[in-house]
């Protein structure tokens, strides 16, 4: 396994639309290996393809962190059917350090997505699960939590926003 570079608001990748993933092999289930390893390594809760510039429908979540019984998952072609609830929890992302800002999310989802074998798996979320199930989504349509902040609360974290950008500007 190895320990994957996460790449940081500016980056182009982290804009684009992920692609559905046809191959339920041994490649994948080594990628879901690595992605496991580098959200760990940096304590993140959940960390989707996009960061690691790689556009294919899959993320993880550690979900030990947020229920001990619970183990980590890998969610591939993930949709979202149904949404339930409004919630304004602070959010925070790998892709974006040292930022956290409320957002506002449904509380209850229900969610289709297959796992590392391939199978399709229908459940209902809720809560910090359903959270961070919206928010690695998100990563794989480009879009990123800073996108859904107001936009008062978007304009004074701006300065920031183009400090971690600025890595990008000169390349
Ligand atoms: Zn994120």
Redo the contacts with the bound molecule.
């Keep these: 396994m190895a320990i994957l570079p996460i790449i940081k608001i500016g980056h182009p990748t982290l804009r684009k639309t992920a692609k559905k993933v046809q191959k339920f092999d041994k490649e994948l289930e080594k990628f879901v290996g690595d992605l496991t390893e580098t959200m760990r390594f940096n304590e993140?809760i959940?960390?989707?393809a996009t960061?690691v510039e790689v556009e294919k429908q899959v993320f993880v979540i550690d979900k030990g962190l947020i229920n001990e019984e619970w183990e980590l998952q890998a969610y591939i072609n993930p949709i979202i059917i149904e949404s339930e609830g409004m919630e304004n929890v602070e959010?925070?992302?790998?892709?974006?350090p040292g930022v956290r800002a409320d957002v506002e999310r449904p509380f209850q989802i229900r969610v289709r997505y297959q796992d590392i074998k391939g199978k399709v798996i229908d459940e209902t979320l809720e809560g910090l699960l359903a959270r961070v199930f919206q928010?690695?989504y998100?990563?794989l349509n480009g879009v990123?939590?800073v996108d859904r902040i107001p936009q008062l609360t978007r304009k004074l974290l701006e300065p920031q926003l183009k400090e971690i950008e600025g890595e990008y500007t000169y390349r």
């Design positions: 993140g959940g960390l989707a960061q959010e925070g992302c790998l892709s974006i928010h690695e998100d990563h990123l939590f």
